[in-house]
């Protein structure tokens, strides 16, 4: 199932994607959800059409975990060696815009990069979850672009204002709850050229591995968000431009880049 978050009429809801199309097709029509999609709830059968609603993110995370160099290409691309364990770092819950929100080019960065990465999404508050677990808590997947200030985070040695500033993290533009993320391409183009295309079979850790090393640490609670890092491709995003990714079995996310007001 696909569950979106939207606004309608100055409120907030869930609702269960039906239809083939895509975002901008017109086609589709949300289900509107009665309760939360993370406990018990049921389809409403009141239905309204996407082209109606404003998308809103997905999710909304007490925080996102990102976890960097979890490709081999992206990783020797940037001229970094493979971690020996996962590199976690965080992306604070004010980093997130839903589909069609804008990216607002930060002041302090002359070289902002788009990152395209499936992202997970926890359903369920845990903690010391084994590999063997993890689907248990996991709710679904969406699409995510890990935008990264990348003259930033090469001179700061924290990553906090390289990959946390505002508008750093759309996600959406939905989470689709039934998936195997073993073997998906995950793509990203810039005003519809390819830019980045690559298999999450190529995952240094697995989103099972990463969950468990993960929730070693923190308690995760529904509505988290693990980014799972990005394949090789990643480039210079400028004001102006239009950046999708899609992931197999997902969807679309597109966000636009604006200069910061
Ligand atoms: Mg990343």
Same mark, same amino acid.
């Given at each position: 199932m696909r569950i979106a978050r939207f606004s309608i009429d100055g409120n907030v809801a869930f609702g269960a994607v039906e239809g083939? =199309? #895509?975002?901008? &097709? =017109?086609?589709l029509v949300l289900d509107i959800i009665k309760g939360i999609p993370y406990a018990d709830f049921e389809l409403s059968g009141v239905k309204v059409p996407l082209s109606k609603v404003r998308l809103l993110p997905p999710v909304l995370p007490s925080k996102v975990v990102g976890i960097g160099r979890n490709y081999a290409e992206h990783a020797a691309e940037l001229g970094n060696e493979v971690p020996d364990l996962p590199l976690a770092f965080f992306k604070p819950s004010t980093s997130v815009i839903g589909p069609g929100d804008s990216i607002a080019y930060p002041s302090f960065s002359s070289e902002l990069h788009h990152e395209a990465e499936l992202a997970v999404v926890i359903g369920r508050m845990c903690r010391e979850v084994p590999a063997d677990r993890v689907k248990d808590v996991i709710f679904g997947y969406t699409a995510a672009n890990d935008v990264t200030a990348r003259d930033v985070q090469q001179r700061e040695k924290q990553w906090a204002r390289a990959k946390g500033f505002d508008t750093s993290c759309p996600l959406g533009p939905w989470v689709e #709850?039934?998936?195997?993320?073993?073997?998906l391409t995950i793509q990203c183009t810039v005003n519809g050229e390819q830019r980045q295309l690559g298999r #999450? &079979?190529?995952?240094?850790?697995s989103v099972g591995d990463l969950i468990s090393h993960l929730s070693e640490a923190m308690t995760l609670l529904p509505g988290d968000v693990i980014l799972t890092g990005t394949p090789a491709g990643v480039g210079p995003l400028n004001v102006g431009d239009e950046v999708a990714v899609t992931i197999e079995g997902i969807g679309t996310l597109t966000n636009k880049v604006i200069k910061r007001g």
């Open positions: 083939d =199309g #895509t975002v901008d &097709s =017109g086609d #709850t039934d998936l195997d993320p073993a073997d #999450t &079979s190529d995952m240094i850790r």
